[in-house]
């Protein structure tokens, strides 16, 4: 090491006492010598001090990512005590890990643990006030606590930050139409007392996740009482949350006689027919809603997607288009619509459907690699390529856009590029599948109510 541990001073120096001071140039430059040795050791000691700490940062950041990533593999399995472990060993390595915060509230949702789950997702948002997806899963949170003003507030917060997040504005519908049944089965409750307790224990079981003992307490209310519509369609609605389709059609076409015009239950049984497979059936629902509701956009969306999965696709797509009429930020739609008109082979009408997809949503990994597809079948190959580029920008664990940017690349005779391309492809298929961001945390629910994660690449 260059530098000494205590400065040397020259011999013999004189000091300044008013009268002369003499230093011979030799002592001179010796002394300016030693101090820039020892100003060039403390420099060195200090910049070694501030890269060591910016390394510890960059290390602990990076560990603390491994244990979420590892804890968002176990939730994917089910494994969450395993998961919870991971989650929290990565905010006792970095306290501020707003995503690793959201991670824990999402595995403490999937337990019922909903205290819990609105303290984590408190701290997220506390870290990030700009996290949308926290927003939104503390508003999920409180509906199951029936806190429902609080869940709407949460979920406007959310979709104030990102406009287009269908899952919040799904989110939001169940919380304010949760608000209204739960104020109406309190005011059934004066009236009926006897009754409506098995109704409100019913509907706290569902909110809660205890679904058997839900389906027994609106049974008993149903049974006892059997124009409690209120409670049958509750019923249907346990039914089909826990995929038992058969026994919830069967509720929702009793309810259906007796009130006809109960459009929500009309558009549950055509969503139970559809997961049934039964596209006819659900067609005929569908169908019998927009005769009345022309404008219903989410009975003109299902609608679309029944035909497609018939082969309709000419229905479809009117559909799919007087949905988006209905309501202009509707991306779920825009994307149906641009799959439709790839299979039509109307390449055009599908690159400027995914395009105004995009103008609503830029961010969008999914739209961008459709639109490199539909490049692709018109031969514009470098616009597809541009398009699978950014698509594997912004998503680097999507294989097909990976292969589909090498096959461009061959067809431009871009050879190196192909083999990297495909080489890279080939490495995130070896690092095994689980690897999905956002939307991991799924509920098997119809109403696609989600709570979701977030997890980082390494």
């Known amino acids: 090491m260059i530098g000494c541990s205590t400065m040397d001073l020259p011999q013999n120096t004189e000091f300044f006492t008013g009268e002369k001071m003499i230093k011979s140039k030799c002592q001179w430059q010796t002394t300016l010598l030693c101090i820039c040795l020892v100003l060039c050791f403390f420099g060195c000691a200090s910049s070694d001090k501030k890269q060591s700490k910016n390394n510890s940062e960059a290390d602990k950041y990076q560990l603390a990512m491994e244990f979420n990533n590892r804890g968002a593999n176990y939730v994917n399995k089910d494994m969450l005590d395993e998961a919870i472990l991971q989650f929290k060993r ?33 701290l997220a948002v506390k870290i990030n006030p700009d996290y949308s997806k926290a927003h939104d899963n503390l508003g999920f949170a409180y509906r199951n606590k029936s806190m429902f003003d609080e869940s709407i507030a949460e979920h406007n917060l959310a979709l104030k930050i990102n406009p287009n997040d269908m899952e919040a504005m799904r989110n939001m519908e169940l919380a304010k139409e949760g608000k209204r049944i739960y104020e109406k089965t309190k005011a059934y409750q004066t009236a009926n007392k006897s009754i409506a307790l098995e109704s409100i224990a019913g509907y706290n079981q569902y909110t809660r996740g205890f679904l058997d003992e839900a389906i027994i307490s609106f049974r008993k209310v149903a049974d006892e009482n059997p124009d409690d519509l209120l409670a049958s369609c509750y019923l249907g609605h346990t ?58 956009t989410r009975a003109l969306y299902k609608l679309g997607e029944a035909y497609a999965e018939r082969g309709l696709l000419d229905k479809a797509t009117v559909m799919y288009n007087k949905s988006i009429t209905s309501n202009t930020s509707f991306p779920e739609a825009y994307d149906r619509l641009g799959a439709v008109y790839l299979r039509q082979g109307l390449y055009d009408d599908a690159i400027s459907t995914w395009k105004k997809l995009l103008e609503l949503n830029p961010a969008s990994s999914k739209a961008h690699f459709n639109l490199g597809l539909a490049y692709a079948s018109k031969n514009m190959v470098e616009s597809a390529i541009g398009e699978f580029r950014k698509t594997v920008g912004s998503d680097p664990e999507n294989i097909d856009a990976r292969y589909n940017l090498a096959y461009a690349y061959e067809e431009k005779d871009m050879i190196d590029e192909a083999v990297a391309e495909y080489t890279k492809a080939m490495d995130v298929n070896s690092r095994g599948q689980g690897k999905t961001i956002e939307t991991a945390n799924k509920q098997k629910e119809p109403e696609n109510v989600t709570v979701t994660f977030d997890k980082h690449d390494k």
């Open 90 to 122: 990565a905010i006792t390595i970095k306290p501020d890990f707003a995503e690793a915060h959201n991670n824990l509230g999402v595995a403490f949702c999937r337990q019922k643990m909903f205290d819990d789950a609105m303290a984590e997702f408190k």
């Open 239 to 296: 039914y089909a949350t826990k995929g038992m389709l058969d026994e919830a059609i069967s509720v929702y076409k009793e309810i259906l006689a007796k009130n006809p015009s109960n459009v929500m239950v009309r558009f549950n049984l055509g969503e139970a027919y559809y997961g049934k497979g039964l596209c006819d059936e659900a067609i005929s629902e569908f169908e019998n809603i927009i005769k009345t509701n022309p404008d219903n």
